[in-house]
């Protein structure tokens, strides 16, 4: 697949123009988002990824690339909506005030497209140089499946725990307040610069979607290895997180075995990973250097098993919680 420099540059600049339109339309002026705006935007970010998802199958011409991006953009989707569960642990930690939310959650979502920019470059670096690379991804990618299912039910636990020692670090560092002024993140007391607690929230969220990306990109290159396609996925998948934390925050806890769900699909993309790795082996130590002759799963088998996936847990979690109320 060849993308040009041209290519590349309209696709970053449009990226950054919705990102801007975002800011000046929706979070310039601090308000609380109602659900009707929430899934309006919802729609629109989820119909722009879609309609690029059919430019890319018509512009690179059949369903190859095309079913690539979809199967990035939807497991990088389910993966955000999981990590909306930490940002509302975040965002009651902290204390924000659901009007400013939105513009920590927005410039944290930017960070989290810049760190993951970064990730993606090197990724591709590094499988370009070496093949046996897939196997350290597939195996970090099984690895989290496992951690995913041992820590369910404790997340709030672990995630405050890591907040308090990111916190005690920057207090250390930077002069802070546990005051807020309106949506600004420094401030004056006494005459000195200090430090809000939306910026605080800001910094942990920072740190938090670092870890988020060390699970996502090795996920999406085990589905594409067209960086391309990993970045453009990223980064649709991260438009209108802002808009779905505010539209399904209160059902996040009916979605009780979506990390069950996850722990599946992180598995299943490290298993591919593995068996590609095979395919194209080049260490000595492994059939003596030679390829592996291994199964490789389709992109429209992976892609059918992390939307029947999704489907079945999401299904299962609103059945077991039917009768219990979202929290407001």
Not at 10 to 26: K, M, P
Not at 32 to 41: L, N, Q, V
Not at 293 to 312: C, D, F, K, M, N
Request: one cysteine or more.
């Amino acid at each position: 697949m060849h993308v040009s420099p041209l290519v590349w540059v309209i696709t970053c600049v449009v990226i950054l123009g919705l990102f801007v339109f975002d800011f000046f339309a929706h979070v310039r002026t601090p308000h609380a988002p109602t659900f009707r705006e929430s899934a309006f935007w919802s729609t629109v970010y989820i119909t722009i990824a879609i309609l690029f998802g059919l430019v890319v199958m018509w512009h690179w011409g059949g369903g190859q690339y095309g079913g690539e991006y979809f199967a990035g953009y939807v497991t990088e989707k389910a993966l955000s909506v999981d990590n909306l569960f930490v940002f509302v642990i975040i965002m009651g930690t902290f204390a924000v005030p659901r009007e400013y939310q939105q513009k920590v959650l927005l410039i944290g979502i930017v960070m989290a497209l810049v760190m993951r920019g970064i990730f993606i470059a090197v990724g591709a670096a590094a499988i370009n140089a070496y093949s046996w690379v897939f196997y350290l991804f597939g195996a970090f990618l099984i690895y989290t499946a496992y951690t995913l299912v041992r820590d369910h039910g404790h997340e709030k636990e672990a995630e405050e725990e890591r907040d308090s020692r990111i916190v005690a670090i920057a207090r250390k560092i930077l002069p802070t307040t546990d005051s807020y002024d309106g949506d600004k993140l420094v401030t004056r007391v006494d005459g000195k610069r200090v430090v809000t607690p939306l910026l605080l929230a800001l910094l942990v969220i920072g740190f938090t979607d670092l870890l988020f990306a060390l699970d996502s990109i090795p996920a999406i290159y085990g589905l594409t290895q067209e960086p391309y396609m990993v970045f453009t996925a990223n980064a649709f998948a991260l438009m209108g997180l802002r808009q779905l934390y505010f539209l399904i925050g209160g059902l996040l806890d009916r979605l009780v075995y979506l990390a069950y769900g996850l722990s599946i699909i992180l598995a299943f993309i490290g298993v591919k990973l593995v068996l590609h790795a095979l395919h194209e082996n080049t260490l000595g130590f492994v059939n003596g250097g030679e390829h592996v002759a291994v199964p490789e799963l389709s992109t429209a088998v992976s892609l059918g098993v992390i939307i029947g996936v999704l489907a079945v847990t999401t299904v299962a979690s609103l059945l077991k919680t039917r009768n219990t109320t979202p929290a407001r």
